[in-house]
Antibody, heavy 122, light 106 residues
Framework: QVQLVQSGAEVKKPGASVKVSCKASGYTFRNYGISWVRQAPGQGLEWMGWISAHDDDTDYAQNFQGRVTMTTDTSTSTAYMELRSLRSDDTAVYYC???????????????WGQGTMVTVSS | DIQMTQFPSSLSASEGDRVTITCRASQGVSSYVNWYQQKPGKAPKVLIYSASTLQSGVPSRFSGSGSGTYFTLTISSLQPEDFATYHCQQSYTAWTFGQGTKVEIK
């Protein structure tokens, strides 16, 4: 079946980096993009950015520009999100979700990963 | 960036009630609004896309309407499994979410 499976929970110290993976299966990875969304405890959803698995085009939310990098590995159908200079308010569940493969498409996120808890604490 | 203002932030309702949740965009987004349902500890699930199109497998008691800057999600007769948090999302320019509405049991 179509699914996204994310890597496991992480605990990091302030100032460190974290890299979360998202492995796709059940569909042609290069025909879609991946968006990353986070949710702090008890809070709403925050869109972080998008990457096309077709051509590696990216679009980062303003709040994360300069601190986040999204990449893909089409050989393993895996997307990655790296967040640097972690702070305590980066503590959240991070989700990947299937998105359109190109800018200008308006699709909803129809498939989501199970989420990865990232805790930032000294 | 386009902001999505969702209200109410929470509501209490009984089984069988009709419930309406509203989302307002800071600028026109045509009909590019999507609605998600999220249960505790789970990933969101898309209910409605393009303002009013029901995702496959979603019960018909869910409906969406609106265009431009004003959008609503309606549950015509609340069922026990509908107690959850609902999120709107614009997909006109990149994507942004509203703050969410928690639907609780009265």
């Amino acid at each position: 079946q179509v699914q996204l499976v994310q890597s496991g929970a992480e605990v990091k110290k302030p100032g460190a980096s974290v890299k979360v993976s998202c492995k796709a299966s059940g569909y042609t990875f290069r025909n879609y993009g991946i968006s990353w969304v986070r949710q702090a405890p008890g809070q709403g959803l925050e869109w972080m950015g998008w990457i096309s698995a077709h051509d590696d085009d990216t679009d980062y939310a303003q709040n994360f520009q300069g601190r986040v990098t999204m990449t893909t590995d089409t050989s393993t159908s895996t997307a990655y999100m790296e967040l640097r200079s972690l702070r305590s308010d980066d503590t959240a569940v991070y989700y990947c979700a299937r998105a359109p493969y190109s800018r200008g498409w308006h699709d909803a996120f129809d498939i989501w990963g199970q989420g990865t808890m990232v805790t930032v604490s000294s | 960036d386009i902001q999505m203002t969702q209200f109410p932030s929470s509501l209490s309702a009984s089984e069988g009630d009709r419930v309406t949740i509203t989302c307002r965009a800071s600028q026109g987004v045509s009909s590019y609004v999507n609605w998600y349902q999220q249960k505790p500890g789970k990933a969101p699930k898309v209910l409605i896309y393009s303002a009013s199109t029901l995702q496959s497998g979603v019960p018909s008691r869910f409906s969406g309407s609106g265009s431009g800057t004003y959008f609503t999600l309606t549950i015509s007769s609340l069922q026990p499994e509908d107690f959850a948090t609902y999120h709107c999302q614009q997909s006109y320019t990149a994507w942004t979410f509203g703050q969410g509405t928690k639907v609780e049991i009265k």
